[in-house]
C-alpha cells in the first residue's frame, strides 16, 4: 500500500519561515504561483461573467471582461424556461431529478459502505476478505463493460429506466471505494473497546449503532462530501439508466447547451452550467481540507 | 493486520454453545450481503456475462448464437475504432505526461513553506470537484472561435491570430487535453504534496550537511523514495482516462468531422444504445477491459507481489 499519511500532510510545513519576503527566489516562486492559480480562476471568471451578460454586450464584447450592465435574466431563463427538446420548464426539472437521485443513493451508500467496512474489521468470516479484494480490482474495471449487464438485472427487478434503479447503480459502483475508506477508518478504533463490548453482551449491531457510529462521525462526513460530489457529478449512468423525464441535472445541461437548433444563447447556457456546478463547488468551498482529505483516503490508500 | 484476524477468529470462539458452522456470525455474513452480491454479480458476473457475449452476434437484443472472433475482426477493421484507439493513447500518453509533471512540480513549489499555502491548494483543486460536463462546456466557450479567445486577440488588432484547437481535426485533442488537466492537474497535486510530506525531516538534512543542491537532491533522492505515490497516482489517472466519455461529450460529441475526437468509451455507448449493435458494444468493452489489466496487472504485482497478500 502506498504510504501517504494525509495527516502530517495537514499540519502543514515545518520549520521556521524564511526571512526575506522578497528574494528573487520568493519573487519567482510566488510569480509562477499567481500565474498558475490565474490559468485556474480563468473559466470561473469567464462563466459568472458571461452569465451575468446579455445577449447583445455578449456579443460585442471581450468574453474576459466583466458585464457594464448585470442582469440576472440569463440566470432567470437557465433555471425555468430553457428547452430540452419539448421541455421548456429550465433545468430547475434536472436540478430536483438531481436531488431526489442523490440524497437516496448517498444514503444507502453509505449505510452499506460503513456496515461492510465494520463486519471486514471486526466480524471477519471465512472468504470475507476475498470478497473485498474483488471489490476493490472490480473498481478499475471500466464501466463500459458492465453496463449491459446491469441494464438486464435492472429490468429483471422491474427498475430500468426509474430513480430507484439509478440509485442503486449508484449504490453499487460507489461500494469499493466508500468500503475501503470506512474500513481503513475503522482499524484505527482501538480494539479493547469492541472487546469490552462483546464482553458487555453488545452484539453486531448494538456494537455499530453504540460505538462505531458515534465514534466516526468525521469519516462520514468524508464519505458524504465524496458521494454527494461524485452522484451529482455523474453522467454516464445517468444517461443509460433512467428515462428522459429522470435525467440529472449534468445530462439536461449537456443537452440544453449542445442542442442545435435555436439560436446560441451562450450566456444563458453558462448560468446554466454554473447552476449545476453551483452543488458541488459549495460542497467543496464548505468542507475546505475535508475534502482533500476525502479524496486522497479515497483515492490514494488502494 | 494479522493480529486482527487471530483476534477475530478468537472473538467467534467466546459463542457459549457451539452451532452449526454457517450459522456463526450470521449478522455478519448478512450485513455482507450487499457486498458479495455486487463482488460477485455485478462485477465478476457482469464481467464474464459481457466477454462471453462479445463471441455471439446479438444486435438488439443478447442471444447466445457463437460466432466467434468476427465482432474483434470486424472492430479492429472499423476505422472508427482506430480512430478511438489512437485518440486515447495519444491524450493518454500526453494527459499522464502533463498531470504528473506539472503535479508534482506544482507540488514542489507549494511545499517551499509558502504562505497562503491554503489558498493556492484550493484555487487549484476547485476544478476537480465540478464534472466533465460543467469543465467541458466552460472550456468549449473560452474555445469558442468567434467570442473567445481566438475573438478578443482579433479583436485587439491581430486579425491573423488563429486559436481554434475545437474546430480542427488536427489540433481537437490539444482542445480536450486543456480542459482535461485545468480538471485533474490539482488532484495530482495534491496527492504528490501528500508524498512530499511524508518524506523524513532528516533526509534533507543529510542532504544539506552534505551540500547536495536542492535539484538534485528532489531527483535523485526524493524522487526514486517517492516510487510508490508516483506508480498509484499513474494508475489512478490512467484508469480514469481509459473512461474518458463525459469530457469528450460536451465538448465536442467526438467530432469535429464525424469522428476526429473519438474515445473507446463512445464507441461501446453508441453502439449498445445507439446503433443497437451490442455484440460490437460487447466487443469493444472487452478490449477496453484488456487495456485496463494491462495496467492494473503489472502494478498489482508491484504492489502486492512478494509480500503476502492482505
Known sequence: MADLSMSSAMTGPRGARPKRALSPRNIMLYGILIVVCLYYLLPLWV?????????????????????????????????????????CDGL??????????TVPSVILSIAIASVNGYALINWKFKGSDIFFTILIFGSFIPYQIML???????????????????VLVHSVFGMPILTLLFRNYFSSIPEELFKAARVDGAGFWGIYFRIMLPMSLPIFVVALILQVTGIWNDFLFGVVYTKPAYYPMTVQLNNIVNSVQGVKEYNVNMAATLLTGLVPLVVYFVSGKLFVRGIAAGAVKG | MASTTEAATGRQGTEARPRARWTRNISAKIAAIPMIATALVVFVGGTIWTVVYSFT???????????????????WSQNRWLISIENLMFYGVMSLVFTVTMGFILA??????????????????????????????????????????????RDMGWTSFSFDPLNNPQTVLYGLLIAGLWQGTGFVMCLMLAGLRGIDED??????????????????????????????TLVIVASGIIRLYDLVVAMTSGGPGGNASQVPAMYVYDYMFQAQNLGQGFAASTMMLLSVLI???PWAYLEFGGKKHG
Open chain 1, 47 to 87: 462563466m459568472v461573467m458571461t452569465s451575468l451578460k446579455g445577449m447583445p454586450e455578449v456579443r460585442m464584447g471581450n468574453i474576459f471582461a466583466p458585464p457594464v450592465e448585470i442582469t440576472f435574466q440569463p440566470w432567470v431563463k437557465a433555471w425555468a424556461e430553457a428547452c430540452t427538446g419539448l421541455n
Open chain 1, 92 to 101: 430547475s426539472r434536472g436540478f430536483w431529478n438531481s436531488v431526489i437521485i
Open chain 1, 148 to 166: 449491459y449487464p446491469i441494464v438486464i438485472l435492472l429490468r429483471e427487478m422491474g427498475l430500468y429506466g426509474s430513480l430507484w434503479g439509478l
Open chain 2, 57 to 75: 452476434d446479438s444486435k438488439l437484443l443478447p442471444r447466445l448464437r457463437w460466432v466467434g472472433f468476427d465482432q474483434y475482426e470486424r472492430l
Open chain 2, 108 to 153: 514542489v513549489l507549494m511545499d517551499q513553506k509558502i504562505r497562503f499555502e491554503d489558498t493556492f491548494r484550493t484555487i487549484m483543486l476547485y476544478p476537480f470537484a465540478l464534472s466533465f460536463i460543467v469543465t467541458g462546456l466552460v472550456w468549449q466557450w473560452i474555445l469558442n472561435p468567434q467570442f473567445g479567445i481566438q475573438g478578443v486577440v
Open chain 2, 203 to 232: 533526509i534533507w538534512k543529510a542532504a544539506r550537511v552534505d551540500g547536495i543542491p536542492t535539484w538534485k537532491t528532489y531527483v535523485m533522492v526524493i524522487i526514486p523514495m517517492m516510487r510508490p505515490v508516483f506508480i498509484t
Open chain 2, 295 to 297: 495496467v492494473l496487472i
